[in-house]
Protein backbone atom coordinates (compact mmCIF):
# COMPACT_ATOMS: atom_id res chain seq x y z
CA UNK A 1 0.00 0.00 0.00
CA UNK A 2 0.90 3.50 -0.19
CA UNK A 3 2.80 5.77 2.45
CA UNK A 4 4.25 8.92 3.57
CA UNK A 5 7.33 9.27 5.64
CA UNK A 6 8.65 12.61 6.96
CA UNK A 7 11.45 13.59 8.77
CA UNK A 8 10.62 13.56 12.73
CA UNK A 9 10.09 16.61 14.60
CA UNK A 10 10.28 18.68 16.10
CA UNK A 11 12.48 21.34 13.92
CA UNK A 12 13.38 25.01 15.54
CA UNK A 13 15.19 27.06 13.82
CA UNK A 14 16.33 31.12 13.55
CA UNK A 15 14.78 33.51 12.15
CA UNK A 16 16.20 33.60 8.32
CA UNK A 17 17.60 29.81 8.64
CA UNK A 18 17.30 27.46 5.63
CA UNK A 19 14.26 24.99 6.17
CA UNK A 20 14.06 21.95 4.53
CA UNK A 21 11.90 19.04 5.58
CA UNK A 22 12.40 15.47 4.23
CA UNK A 23 9.76 13.73 2.76
CA UNK A 24 9.84 10.25 0.59
CA UNK A 25 6.67 7.91 -0.16
CA UNK A 26 6.12 4.76 -1.30
CA UNK A 27 3.14 4.42 -4.05
CA UNK A 28 1.83 1.88 -6.68
CA UNK A 29 0.76 3.88 -8.94
CA UNK A 30 1.86 7.59 -10.31
CA UNK A 31 0.44 9.51 -7.28
CA UNK A 32 0.29 13.38 -6.88
CA UNK A 33 2.25 14.91 -4.08
CA UNK A 34 1.02 17.97 -1.59
CA UNK A 35 2.55 19.69 1.40
CA UNK A 36 0.04 21.08 3.90
CA UNK A 37 0.32 23.32 7.01
CA UNK A 38 -1.36 23.84 9.82
CA UNK A 39 -1.13 26.51 12.39
CA UNK A 40 -2.21 26.22 15.65
CA UNK A 41 -5.82 26.15 16.08
CA UNK A 42 -6.77 25.47 12.42
CA UNK A 43 -7.22 22.76 10.02
CA UNK A 44 -5.07 21.78 7.54
CA UNK A 45 -4.69 23.71 4.61
CA UNK A 46 -2.73 23.33 1.19
CA UNK A 47 1.17 24.74 1.08
CA UNK A 48 1.26 22.99 -2.49
CA UNK A 49 1.70 20.56 -4.95
CA UNK A 50 2.89 18.76 -7.86
CA UNK A 51 0.97 16.58 -9.85
CA UNK A 52 3.91 14.65 -11.75
CA UNK A 53 7.58 13.95 -11.97
CA UNK A 54 9.96 16.84 -11.84
CA UNK A 55 7.05 19.27 -11.19
CA UNK A 56 8.11 22.51 -9.00
CA UNK A 57 5.43 23.44 -6.36
CA UNK A 58 6.02 26.71 -5.00
CA UNK A 59 4.55 29.47 -2.32
CA UNK A 60 5.11 31.41 -0.21
CA UNK A 61 8.37 31.41 -0.73
CA UNK A 62 8.02 27.67 0.13
CA UNK A 63 9.24 24.91 -2.75
CA UNK A 64 9.44 21.09 -3.09
CA UNK A 65 10.20 19.03 -6.25
CA UNK A 66 8.63 15.97 -7.37
CA UNK A 67 11.48 13.24 -7.97
CA UNK A 68 10.41 10.24 -8.97
CA UNK A 69 14.07 8.54 -9.17
CA UNK A 70 14.24 8.82 -5.52
CA UNK A 71 10.55 9.29 -4.31
CA UNK A 72 10.65 12.20 -2.49
CA UNK A 73 9.38 15.95 -2.13
CA UNK A 74 11.29 17.22 -0.11
CA UNK A 75 9.68 20.92 1.55
CA UNK A 76 12.54 24.15 1.46
CA UNK A 77 12.45 27.75 1.95
CA UNK A 78 15.43 29.72 1.72
CA UNK A 79 14.58 31.91 4.77
CA UNK A 80 12.08 31.61 7.16
CA UNK A 81 9.94 33.59 9.39
CA UNK A 82 8.29 33.53 12.47
CA UNK A 83 5.26 33.46 11.05
CA UNK A 84 6.37 29.87 9.32
CA UNK A 85 5.96 28.33 12.59
CA UNK A 86 3.50 25.42 12.11
CA UNK A 87 2.90 21.70 11.46
CA UNK A 88 3.53 20.50 8.38
CA UNK A 89 2.18 17.49 6.50
CA UNK A 90 3.29 15.84 3.51
CA UNK A 91 0.81 13.67 1.44
CA UNK A 92 0.21 11.74 -1.50
CA UNK A 93 -3.21 11.08 -3.63
CA UNK A 94 -3.45 8.12 -5.57
CA UNK A 95 -6.08 7.52 -8.59
CA UNK A 96 -5.91 3.63 -7.64
CA UNK A 97 -6.94 4.90 -4.12
CA UNK A 98 -10.91 5.98 -4.23
CA UNK A 99 -9.43 9.54 -3.82
CA UNK A 100 -8.10 8.95 -0.39
CA UNK A 101 -4.74 10.95 0.54
CA UNK A 102 -1.88 9.03 3.04
CA UNK A 103 -0.40 11.48 5.21
CA UNK A 104 3.04 11.74 6.88
CA UNK A 105 2.84 12.15 10.56
CA UNK A 106 4.12 15.80 10.79
CA UNK A 107 6.29 18.10 11.27
CA UNK A 108 6.44 20.84 13.91
CA UNK A 109 8.38 23.68 13.24
CA UNK A 110 8.92 26.60 15.20
CA UNK A 111 10.87 29.72 14.03
CA UNK A 112 12.83 32.31 16.81
CA UNK A 113 13.12 35.52 16.18
CA UNK B 1 -16.98 31.49 0.54
CA UNK B 2 -17.54 29.45 3.85
CA UNK B 3 -15.52 26.43 2.25
CA UNK B 4 -15.63 23.35 5.13
CA UNK B 5 -17.77 23.76 7.83
CA UNK B 6 -17.61 22.07 11.14
CA UNK B 7 -20.25 22.14 14.29
CA UNK B 8 -19.60 22.40 17.25
CA UNK B 9 -15.89 23.25 17.65
CA UNK B 10 -15.87 22.03 21.35
CA UNK B 11 -17.61 19.25 23.27
CA UNK B 12 -17.21 17.71 26.19
CA UNK B 13 -18.93 14.02 26.64
CA UNK B 14 -19.30 11.85 29.38
CA UNK B 15 -18.36 7.91 28.31
CA UNK B 16 -21.61 6.56 27.07
CA UNK B 17 -23.08 9.35 25.81
CA UNK B 18 -23.83 10.00 22.03
CA UNK B 19 -23.13 12.68 19.60
CA UNK B 20 -23.40 14.06 16.05
CA UNK B 21 -20.84 16.12 14.07
CA UNK B 22 -21.64 18.17 12.01
CA UNK B 23 -19.81 19.18 8.17
CA UNK B 24 -21.02 20.73 5.73
CA UNK B 25 -18.89 21.97 2.52
CA UNK B 26 -20.46 24.83 -0.38
CA UNK B 27 -17.74 23.67 -2.96
CA UNK B 28 -20.21 20.96 -5.03
CA UNK B 29 -17.44 18.34 -4.06
CA UNK B 30 -18.12 14.74 -4.15
CA UNK B 31 -15.33 13.43 -1.97
CA UNK B 32 -15.88 13.74 1.88
CA UNK B 33 -13.91 12.53 5.00
CA UNK B 34 -13.85 12.52 8.43
CA UNK B 35 -10.19 12.08 10.31
CA UNK B 36 -8.80 11.97 13.76
CA UNK B 37 -5.83 13.77 14.62
CA UNK B 38 -3.92 12.51 18.27
CA UNK B 39 -0.35 13.94 19.29
CA UNK B 40 2.24 11.80 17.81
CA UNK B 41 -0.26 9.61 14.92
CA UNK B 42 -0.75 12.09 12.65
CA UNK B 43 -4.43 12.17 10.61
CA UNK B 44 -6.03 8.74 10.81
CA UNK B 45 -9.13 8.36 8.43
CA UNK B 46 -12.10 7.13 10.13
CA UNK B 47 -15.06 7.11 7.29
CA UNK B 48 -15.36 9.10 3.91
CA UNK B 49 -17.97 8.98 1.16
CA UNK B 50 -17.13 9.17 -2.52
CA UNK B 51 -20.84 10.19 -3.23
CA UNK B 52 -24.34 11.62 -2.04
CA UNK B 53 -25.69 8.19 -0.21
CA UNK B 54 -22.61 6.01 -0.34
CA UNK B 55 -19.74 5.67 2.69
CA UNK B 56 -17.17 4.03 3.64
CA UNK B 57 -14.86 2.61 6.25
CA UNK B 58 -11.29 4.18 6.60
CA UNK B 59 -8.36 2.94 8.51
CA UNK B 60 -9.80 3.39 12.34
CA UNK B 61 -13.90 3.30 11.51
CA UNK B 62 -14.95 1.10 14.92
CA UNK B 63 -17.07 3.46 17.15
CA UNK B 64 -17.98 5.48 14.48
CA UNK B 65 -20.88 5.93 12.03
CA UNK B 66 -21.46 8.70 9.23
CA UNK B 67 -23.93 9.43 6.76
CA UNK B 68 -24.14 11.61 3.27
CA UNK B 69 -28.12 11.96 3.16
CA UNK B 70 -26.95 15.00 0.94
CA UNK B 71 -23.89 15.74 -0.84
CA UNK B 72 -22.96 18.79 0.94
CA UNK B 73 -23.57 17.04 4.39
CA UNK B 74 -21.12 14.68 5.94
CA UNK B 75 -22.48 13.63 9.52
CA UNK B 76 -20.30 11.79 12.06
CA UNK B 77 -21.72 9.93 15.19
CA UNK B 78 -20.46 8.42 18.25
CA UNK B 79 -23.32 6.10 20.01
CA UNK B 80 -21.67 5.80 23.10
CA UNK B 81 -18.28 7.60 23.45
CA UNK B 82 -15.30 6.15 25.12
CA UNK B 83 -12.32 8.23 26.57
CA UNK B 84 -10.68 6.83 23.58
CA UNK B 85 -12.14 8.53 21.53
CA UNK B 86 -10.67 12.37 22.88
CA UNK B 87 -9.53 13.67 19.85
CA UNK B 88 -9.49 16.66 17.50
CA UNK B 89 -11.65 15.34 14.35
CA UNK B 90 -10.99 16.91 10.96
CA UNK B 91 -13.84 17.02 7.86
CA UNK B 92 -12.57 17.78 4.54
CA UNK B 93 -13.61 17.49 1.33
CA UNK B 94 -12.12 17.49 -2.17
CA UNK B 95 -13.21 16.89 -6.06
CA UNK B 96 -12.81 13.76 -8.20
CA UNK B 97 -9.72 14.00 -9.57
CA UNK B 98 -6.54 12.72 -7.70
CA UNK B 99 -4.76 16.14 -8.41
CA UNK B 100 -7.34 18.09 -5.86
CA UNK B 101 -6.36 18.52 -2.86
CA UNK B 102 -8.17 18.17 0.44
CA UNK B 103 -10.12 21.00 1.98
CA UNK B 104 -10.19 21.05 5.60
CA UNK B 105 -12.41 22.60 8.33
CA UNK B 106 -11.30 23.85 11.43
CA UNK B 107 -11.83 21.46 13.27
CA UNK B 108 -13.77 19.67 16.74
CA UNK B 109 -12.35 19.39 19.73
CA UNK B 110 -13.62 16.25 21.67
CA UNK B 111 -13.01 15.43 25.32
CA UNK B 112 -14.62 12.15 26.72
CA UNK B 113 -14.23 11.99 30.45
Known amino acids: GNSVTQMEGPVTLSEEAFLTINCTYT??????LFWYVQYPGEGLQLLLKATKADDKGSNKGFEATYRKETTSFHLEKGSVQVSDSAVYFCALSDKTNAGKSTFGDGTTLTVKP | NAGVTQTPKFRVLKTGQSMTLLCAQD?????MYWYRQDPGMGLRLIHYSVGEGTTAKGEVPDGYNVSRLKKQNFLLGLESAAPSQTSVYFCASSRLDSNSPLHFGNGTRLTVT
Open chain 2, 27 to 31: MNHEY
Open chain 1, 27 to 32: ATGYPS
